[in-house]
């Protein structure tokens, strides 16, 4: 896609951006990293980096960053190749995705590292958004690196396999991740080891990569399919977790519908774009709270 980009002090400016809305990227329930400041905008840390996010106007602005790093890692982070638009406007022959996407209009899914969607996905089983970050921002204080103090506040690296492998299950449950822990540092035993190579999944059929992934305790089919879709470039996934059931069945399907039958169904109406569909639907069934029967 075609940008004009323009550096200066410390920051980059992408203008005339269409479908990039930070709060919609950063509220969607993709990335728990990502913290809204006083202004409106987000600063997020990846890639050992620290980065703050605004829009004005039509231009995004990111701060804290340059040319350099904005070509070797915004871009594809970000996902600025993918043309929304047309997956929006294909999304919207549907009815319930028309009013999905035209609330959810700045969404684009994140190209994340895939280390780091396990354990934070992992980390979400049976939990809520709030305990999520919380259970993250510990792990990454405690035994991640320290990157730097932006906007008076310290940030930190996400740990790697190494750093956890080290650490006992009580330590890595002190981080507030409960009966996960054990998962935690059993996964970390095994990417750290090489028993398992989590870069190489996404090379893998979804089918493949999915079943690969649940070979990991705490990874069963939803789980697998978030980390698929927002590290693994598997845009077929789709992650059926409690508000995406109940969106699908308010909309689509009989209450109690099998989670199998559910992911059927969804596969084959939304196809290819399966996994923007669930993320739109995530969103407006979540802002909108809507609850069993209406
Ligand atoms: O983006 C998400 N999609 C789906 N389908 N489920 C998600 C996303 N993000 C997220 O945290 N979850 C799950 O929802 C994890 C957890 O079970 C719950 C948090 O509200």
Request: with cysteine; hydrophobic share 35%.
């Amino acid at each position: 896609m075609d940008y004009n980009i323009i550096e200066k002090d410390n920051k980059i400016i992408i203008e005339n951006v269409s479908d990039f809305e930070p709060k919609h990227i950063f509220e969607c329930g993709q990335c728990f990293r990502w913290n809204e400041e006083d202004d409106g905008s987000y600063t997020g840390v990846a890639h050992e980096k620290v980065i703050n996010v605004k829009k004005e106007e039509n231009n995004i602005i990111l701060s804290n960053t340059n040319r350099e790093d904005f070509n070797n890692i915004w871009y594809e982070y970000f996902d600025l190749d993918r043309d929304y638009k047309a997956i929006k406007e294909e999304l919207s022959r549907d009815e319930v995705l028309k009013k999905s996407t035209d609330f959810g209009y700045g969404i684009r899914i994140l190209n994340q590292d895939p280390w780091e969607i396990l354990i934070s996905f992992i980390i979400s089983a049976n939990n809520r958004i709030p305990r999520i970050k919380a259970a993250i921002e510990l792990l990454s204080e405690k035994y991640g690196e320290y990157i730097e103090e932006y906007n008076g506040k310290k940030y930190y690296s996400f740990p790697k396999p190494e750093d956890i492998t080290e650490k006992s299950v009580e330590d890595i449950k002190n981080c507030k991740t409960g009966f996960r822990a054990r998962y935690i540092v059993n996964a970390a035993d095994i990417v750290a080891s090489g028993q398992m190579d989590i870069y190489a999944i996404k090379n893998l059929t979804t089918e493949d990569a999915r079943k690969e992934l649940m070979l990991f305790s705490g990874v069963g089919p939803k789980v697998s399919d978030c980390i698929m879709l927002f590290s693994m470039d598997k845009y077929d996934a789709f992650p059926i977790d409690v508000w995406v059931k109940r969106v699908m069945e308010y909309f689509y399907l009989d209450e109690d519908t099998k989670l199998k039958d559910i992911q059927k169904y969804a596969q084959n109406k939304f196809g290819k774009y399966a996994g923007f569909a669930q993320q739109y639907l995530f969103y407006y069934a979540r802002e909108l709270n809507l609850k069993k029967n209406g």
